[in-house]
């Protein structure tokens, strides 16, 4: 399974991104952002499985988790960013079609993406 994240950079406070992440070689339904920023655990930001998108407290209402089924690809929509959104963002995939905000129930993760909010 490999997770590939394109996307990410360097944005204005207000603006918006988009990030991608493409799945090759899994066929579970369940997959996830989470962000990191230095010296602090993941954090759980979106995930997206047949029942519907959930979403982490402190981006409800400003980003949207979609996916194309057909690519195999989720994306993070993420609009009116604020510059302590800047971190570290990760794909992740579930085997288990179960919602879970735990980083530690996802077995696939990709590389990274960094995404950086100036103010």
């Known amino acids: 399974v490999q997770l590939v994240e394109p996307g990410g950079g360097l944005v204005q406070a207000g603006d918006s991104l988009r990030l991608s992440c493409a799945a090759s070689g899994f066929a579970g339904s369940l997959m996830a952002w989470f962000r990191q920023a230095p010296g602090k655990e993941r954090e759980f930001v979106a995930s997206?499985?047949?029942?519907?998108?959930y979403y982490g407290e402190s981006v409800k209402g400003r980003f949207t988790i979609s996916r194309h089924n057909a690519k195999n690809t989720v994306y993070l929509q993420m609009n009116s960013l604020k510059p302590e959104y800047t971190d570290v963002y990760y794909c992740?995939?579930?085997?288990?079609?179960?919602?879970?905000?735990?980083?530690?129930?996802?077995?696939?993760w990709g590389q990274g993406t960094q995404v950086t909010v100036s103010s």
């Open positions: 992740a995939a579930r085997q288990r079609a179960i919602f879970s905000s735990n980083l530690r129930d996802y077995d696939y």
């Open positions: 997206i499985t047949w029942n519907g998108p």
